[in-house]
């Protein structure tokens, strides 16, 4: 069941379409990775939908409906969490205080119980490893705080979520956590969109990929029916680019 | 699964370290201290290194009259940090906490004995004065993004003409000894049975709520505190109040005015650990984008912050011209700006934001004060105060630095 689906989404900053005429559906359960090269107009995408930019034209559907997301708080009140590639964690509150910050339970009476309950399991609900939720943030691996943040966006209920980048500056072991967190979602029926450089993240966890070139659609591929190849000439919009020749070479030598 | 569910939902990863019972707690404190996050420790050790020295130098500081005085000296300064500490928690500053204590004597001295209104609504003016200083302040920080450090520079100097003016050529009004706000600051005492009440309630009234909260943990399947635990520390606090009270009564006892101080810092620290909007002060602290998205209205945060630290400042001056029995051009200048701040730095604000205590307030003013009573005990001029008084707040900001790489190479932020 499609979740989230765009039609015709275009925008333009001045003189310049960052985005034309752009098709995007998201089913519950389902990762799409977005893919393409830097400008190709993945962040752009990735504003509109958290309502930081509207769409200049367009539709959206969300749930069957047609909607129109103005700021981040309509997004997030749809259900359309966003987890930016900064993370957004204040480093010296702890993992409870930054999971449920803006959003505390009995604001005159801190009820720190039923957060730490909360937190728990939410953090369980994800098979998060994190051994505990009253260290601050500063004390957790990159990893950990990714963990963090996508449970924090896990707290508003949302149908979609949307992850700018989550392996990017990761170790090995560590964007194996996040790709387990991710087959996670999908598992609890979310529809998450993953904005991603990284092929073999790509080919590890989604579903589908949609590739964006110069803002345009430049084709969706089952990722199960395609190959990196297939995937990066799509990107770069031909057979014979930078990436296949240095392939060339290295099988030639 | 089945093996661990016996342990609670907060102990049940196997990498986390963990003795319980008593031991276990001391055991955290020391860990705790190592990985740099020092608490109250530089504090403590710092006034027991200063009294000893100062105790050795002249024997009459330690005594119970000497240190009843000092409790009354450090009330009217210790509110004016308690201000800076908020301010500090959000990562910005106010320079003028000074004159608009100064300025807010004066507006007193001047409603209450110059026009004749009844003291409370003096009281009441200057205050509301003060609040409507931080709400400035707050305003031109958040609409034209002007550094908090120039916006209260600028105070510092308009508001010290502003005193000068609403003074007069006279330069100094005098405050009636017999009226109720000169004796709460120089005669009240609380009295002997009531001040014992007062170091009971407090430790049964620790007692019970940390008990209740760890019930409340206890039925939530998470870790908490033992008894045994909460027993000890109430014990010890009560022990140590108790002391104290007893010490003090020797001579004059526990003023009403350090009662008053230290009712402020109580309602501080619950309002910056147990309400959301203390919550949303250490998140600005601490990475203001963030709190930003977490849909904080970081604005109004910054104003509240101002407008607390600014009517501190009034209530601080009041109390110093009340203690003084007069309000004159002096009032709020030479050293109160920067003892407020080195009070509130030494009691472990850090200068970078998003950490620090209302506690901190309190211990903080008490060794500033007593560097400063010790001094002039010593008959030592005032230049040697300065000095001394600077090294010590150097000294602290070290610490604060010093003990923030710990943190960060500790992973303790």
């Known amino acids: 069941m499609t979740v989230l689906s765009l039609r015709g989404i275009s925008k333009t900053f001045g003189a310049v379409a960052a985005l034309t005429d752009i098709e995007l559906d998201v089913a519950a359960g389902q990762v799409v990775a977005v893919v393409g090269d830097n400008g190709a107009g993945k962040s752009t995408l990735v504003k509109i939908l958290s309502g930081v930019h509207p769409a200049d034209a367009g539709t959206i559907t969300f749930e069957g409906s047609t909607v129109e997301i103005h700021s981040p708080a309509a997004a997030h009140k749809l259900g359309i969490a966003t987890v930016f590639q900064d993370l957004a964690l204040c480093e010296n509150l702890n993992v409870i205080q930054n999971l449920f910050l803006g959003h505390e339970i009995r604001p005159l009476r801190l009820n720190d119980v039923a957060m730490e309950t909360r937190s728990w399991e939410l953090l369980r609900q994800l098979s998060a490893k994190i051994p505990s939720v009253r260290v601050p943030v500063a004390a957790l691996s990159g990893g950990q705080r990714q963990t963090v943040a996508i449970a924090r966006s896990l707290l508003g209920d949302p149908k979609v979520i949307i992850l700018d980048e989550p392996t990017a500056a990761l170790g090995v072991a560590q964007t194996a956590e996040v790709l387990n967190l991710v087959e996670r979602l999908r598992e609890n029926g979310l529809g998450v969109i993953m904005i991603s450089h990284n092929m073999a993240d790509v080919q590890a966890v989604a579903d589908k990929v949609a590739v964006l070139r110069l803002g345009r659609n430049n084709g969706v591929f089952d990722v199960g029916q395609v190959s990196t190849e297939e995937i990066i000439a799509a990107i770069t919009g031909a057979t014979d680019n930078v990436v296949s020749r240095r392939n060339q070479r290295g099988a030639q030598s | 699964?089945?093996?661990?569910?016996?342990?609670?939902?907060?102990?049940?990863?196997?990498?986390?370290?963990?003795?319980?019972?008593?031991?276990?707690?001391?055991?955290?404190?020391?860990?705790?201290?190592?990985?740099?996050?020092?608490?109250?420790?530089?504090?403590?050790?710092?006034?027991?290194?200063?009294?000893?020295?100062?105790?050795?130098?002249?024997?009459?500081?330690?005594?119970?009259?000497?240190?009843?005085?000092?409790?009354?000296?450090?009330?009217?300064?210790?509110?004016?940090?308690?201000?800076?500490?908020?301010?500090?928690?959000?990562?910005?500053?106010?320079?003028?906490?000074?004159?608009?204590?100064?300025?807010?004597?004066?507006?007193?001295?001047?409603?209450?004995?110059?026009?004749?209104?009844?003291?409370?609504?003096?009281?009441?003016?200057?205050?509301?004065?003060?609040?409507?200083?931080?709400?400035?302040?707050?305003?031109?920080?958040?609409?034209?993004?002007?550094?908090?450090?120039?916006?209260?520079?600028?105070?510092?100097?308009?508001?010290?003409?502003?005193?000068?003016?609403?003074?007069?050529?006279?330069?100094?009004?005098?405050?009636?000894?017999?009226?109720?706000?000169?004796?709460?600051?120089?005669?009240?005492?609380?009295?002997?049975?009531?001040?014992?009440?007062?170091?009971?309630?407090a430790a049964g009234w620790w007692f019970v709520s940390g008990y209740l909260h760890a019930e409340e943990r206890r039925r939530a399947g998470l870790s908490a505190r033992g008894t045994l635990t909460l027993v000890v520390r109430s014990v010890v606090l009560l022990a140590v109040l108790a002391f104290v009270v007893w010490y003090l009564g020797q001579t004059r006892g526990v003023g009403w005015m350090f009662v008053f101080f230290v009712a402020l810092v109580l309602i501080m620290h619950y309002l910056l650990s147990r309400t959301k909007w203390g919550r949303s002060v250490y998140a600005v602290g601490g990475n203001v984008e963030a709190a930003r998205r977490a849909g904080i209205n970081v604005r109004a945060v910054y104003t509240s912050v101002f407008v607390l630290c600014s009517t501190f400042a009034a209530v601080g001056g009041i109390l110093a011209a009340a203690r003084l029995a007069a309000a004159n051009q002096s009032s709020g200048g030479g050293d109160v700006n920067l003892n407020a701040i080195a009070a509130a730095v030494i009691g472990g604000t850090s200068l970078f934001g998003g950490r620090g205590t209302a506690f901190g307030a309190l211990l903080g003013v008490i060794v500033i004060q007593s560097i400063s009573s010790g001094l002039t005990l010593l008959n030592l001029d005032s230049s040697i105060r300065f000095v001394v008084t600077g090294a010590v707040l150097l000294l602290a900001v070290i610490v604060d630095s010093v003990s923030r790489r710990s943190r960060t190479s500790h992973g303790r932020a």
């Not at chain 2, 276990?24 to 608490?39: E, P, S």
């Not at chain 2, 709400?135 to 034209?144: I, M, P, V």
């Open chain 2, 1 to 201: 699964m089945s093996a661990v569910t016996s342990e609670p939902a907060d102990r049940q990863d196997e990498r986390l370290q963990h003795r319980g019972g008593l031991r276990g707690a001391l055991a955290d404190v020391v860990a705790r201290a190592r990985g740099g996050d020092l608490g109250v420790i530089p504090v403590v050790v710092g006034l027991v290194v200063i009294w000893t020295v100062l105790q050795v130098l002249n024997p009459i500081f330690l005594s119970s009259a000497n240190l009843v005085n000092l409790t009354l000296e450090s009330a009217a300064v210790g509110v004016i940090a308690l201000g800076i500490v908020c301010v500090l928690l959000v990562g910005q500053i106010d320079l003028s906490v000074g004159s608009v204590s100064g300025l807010s004597g004066a507006v007193l001295a001047v409603l209450f004995v110059g026009e004749g209104l009844p003291v409370w609504l003096a009281i009441l003016a200057s205050v509301l004065m003060g609040a409507v200083v931080g709400w400035l302040y707050g305003q031109l920080f958040n609409r034209f993004g002007v550094p908090s450090f120039v916006i209260t520079l600028a105070g510092l100097l308009a508001f010290l003409g502003l005193q000068l003016y609403v003074l007069g050529s006279k330069g100094s009004i005098n405050l009636p000894f017999d009226s109720g706000l000169v004796n709460f600051a120089q005669l009240d005492f609380v009295p002997s049975w009531l001040s014992f009440a007062f170091a009971v309630i």
